[in-house]
C-alpha cells in the first residue's frame, strides 16, 4: 500500500484550527500528528501518548503509549487496516476520487447517523471544512439517546 493514498496532506493547516471544532471532546492540549485518507486523525498529548479521532463515530481513543508503539500498531495488518481502511481508500479511487493535499475523503452521512463505510458514502473534501462540520454535528449529537432521529444538512456545498 503506498501511504501516500491513505494519509492525507496536512501541511499548511494549523492544529488549533482544525481540532477547533473538536475541543470539546479532545481538549486543547492534543497536537495533529495524521490525518487518514478518510478524515480520522490521531493526536499526541504532552506524554507522548496518542490517541485516534474517530470522526464517523465520534470518539477519542487512546491507541498508543508513544510514537514507537503507534508505529509497532502500524504494522499490525488488523489494526492499520482498521484505522486507515485500505481496501475502502482503494475502491474510493477505483471510483475516480483521488486524495489531494489539503483533501480527505469525508463522509456524506457519518456512521453515528446511519452512514455506511461504502465507497458511495464518500466525496473528496476540504480538510478543514471536513473536521469543522463533523465537530460540530457530533457536538450537538452526544447527548442525544440512541436511536434519536437527526437531520444534518449536507456539506456538500461546504467544499471549495
Known amino acids: 500500500m503506498n501511504w501516500n493514498h491513505i494519509i492525507a496532506d496536512i501541511s499548511g493547516f494549523e492544529n488549533s484550527k482544525l481540532l477547533q471544532s473538536w475541543y470539546w471532546l479532545v481538549g486543547e492540549a492534543l497536537d495533529l500528528i495524521l490525518v487518514s485518507a478518510i478524515g480520522d486523525a490521531f493526536l499526541r498529548d504532552k506524554k507522548g501518548e496518542i490517541y485516534w479521532l474517530d470522526v464517523g463515530v465520534g470518539k477519542l481513543k487512546k491507541v498508543a503509549s508513544d510514537i514507537d508503539e503507534f508505529n509497532e500498531c502500524v504494522n499490525n495488518i488488523k489494526l492499520s487496516d482498521e484505522w486507515f481502511m485500505f481496501n475502502l481508500v482503494n475502491q474510493i479511487n477505483e471510483k475516480g476520487l483521488k486524495l489531494e493535499p489539503g483533501k480527505v475523503f469525508s463522509y456524506i452521512k457519518a456512521p453515528v447517523v446511519g452512514g455506511e463505510y461504502h465507497v458511495n458514502n464518500?466525496?473528496?473534501?476540504?480538510?478543514?471544512?471536513?473536521?469543522?462540520?463533523?465537530?460540530?454535528?457530533?457536538?450537538?449529537?452526544k447527548d442525544l439517546p440512541e436511536g434519536t432521529k437527526v437531520n444534518i444538512v449536507s456539506m456538500k456545498n461546504l467544499s471549495s
Do not use: A, M, S
Open 122 to 141: 464518500f466525496d473528496l473534501t476540504d480538510i478543514d471544512v471536513h473536521f469543522h462540520f463533523w465537530g460540530q454535528v457530533h457536538e450537538k449529537i
